[in-house]
């Protein structure tokens, strides 16, 4: 099975630091959702790690998360792209939980569900602690520049192995270019 895993605020959607709090908030990143659809057309399942500590701090409710990943998968499916699951931290900090990335807990459940080890699994990431959360399981990581990344890039202490692309859609033409030149 092919399976990719990414981050979604600053990856996929545009991020803010003041969180995305409602559907409206949630734009996407331009050729974010087609590379997705490139990556289902390759064979690739596609899931989304995300930490949501806004739920904990209030700042939106299950409810509005709801709605914030309907417009997602809808938005998707308007350009034949396809989102297997998203998994999703709603704790903050001190909450200590074992999901919230850097730890590796959601990207364990990821494991668990589609039955197989994330060893080589690509995850995608504008932070330092997505990539540090998958890299702990064998993901291998990517660093985009959108969103965060290029601060993340500067403050450097990446994984070992890291590729750095300026986005989703230039990260994936590359990937898709490599891997298909490898046999699987
Ligand atoms: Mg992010
Ligand atoms: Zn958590």
Redesign the pocket.
């Given at each position: 099975m092919k399976l990719i895993i990414l981050?979604?605020?600053?990856?996929i959607n545009h991020?803010s630091p003041d969180f995305i709090k409602s559907p409206a908030e949630w734009i996407p990143i331009p050729g974010s959702l087609e590379a997705i659809a490139r990556l289902n057309q390759a064979g690739y399942r596609v899931v989304i790690a995300s930490n949501q500590s806004g739920i904990a701090r209030e700042l939106f409710d299950m409810t509005t998360l709801n709605a914030i990943h309907q417009k997602l998968h809808a938005s998707a499916q308007l350009v034949g792209a396809d989102i297997d699951a998203i998994f999703f931290c709603p704790h903050a900090a001190i909450d200590n939980c074992d999901c919230r990335k850097p730890k590796a807990g959601m990207f364990e459940e990821i494991s668990k569900r589609f039955k197989v080890s994330l060893k080589g699994v690509p995850t995608v990431?504008?932070?330092l602690r997505?990539l540090q959360a998958g890299f702990r399981l064998g993901c291998v990581p990517y660093l985009v520049l959108t969103?965060?990344g290029e601060k993340t890039q500067q403050t450097g202490g990446l994984p070992p192995g890291t590729q750095v692309f300026p986005d989703l859609a230039s990260m994936v033409q590359s990937f898709l270019k490599t891997a298909a030149q490898r046999p699987d």
């Open positions: 981050d979604r605020d600053g990856v991020d990431g504008d932070s997505d969103g965060k």
